[in-house]
């Protein structure tokens, strides 16, 4: 693990994008729809365009600019958008700093094939596969 990545998983801060954190809240979140303003959040926290963003949430990128700030998604996608911060908390916890977080997230990684997690988490598949590896990196197994 690079010395930048090394230090900044010594640190804890939480992510900044809040859910519920218990499953039936985020059933029922899933259901009610997240807003538009949540993914915001979340685009603004990795440092992805709309582009990136509408890829990982398999939803056009027209559907979530024209989007209203309170305007919510349908419990497909929101269930995307949930895994997805989960992803986000947990690599805040582990790596500590959103910076550090991000460059891992962006960079190749010989556990996925030497491809990037952020490039594997347009299905749901992928997105417990990035989660698996930061719980591996967490656990000194990398």
């Not at 809240?25 to 509408?54: A, F, N, P």
């Not at 209203?68 to 805040?92: C, M, T, W, Y």
């Amino acid at each position: 693990m690079a010395e930048p990545l090394k230090k900044a998983a010594r640190s804890r801060k939480p992510a900044k994008v809040a859910v519920p954190d218990t499953l039936l809240k985020k059933i029922g979140l899933i259901r009610e729809g997240v807003t538009k303003d949540r993914v915001l959040d979340i685009k603004e926290d990795i440092e992805i365009d709309y582009d990136q963003l509408s890829r990982i949430l398999a939803v056009s990128r027209a559907t979530i600019t024209a989007k209203k700030k309170d305007g919510k998604f349908k419990p497909d996608a929101s269930e995307r958008i949930l895994h997805l911060n989960d992803v986000i908390r947990l690599g805040h916890q582990v790596f500590g700093e959103r910076p550090a977080f991000n460059l891992w997230l962006k960079s190749p990684s010989k556990a996925l094939g030497n491809i990037s997690p952020l490039s594997v988490m347009d299905t749901i598949y992928g997105i417990e596969e990035v989660k698996k590896e930061i719980l591996r990196i967490a656990h000194g197994v990398f």
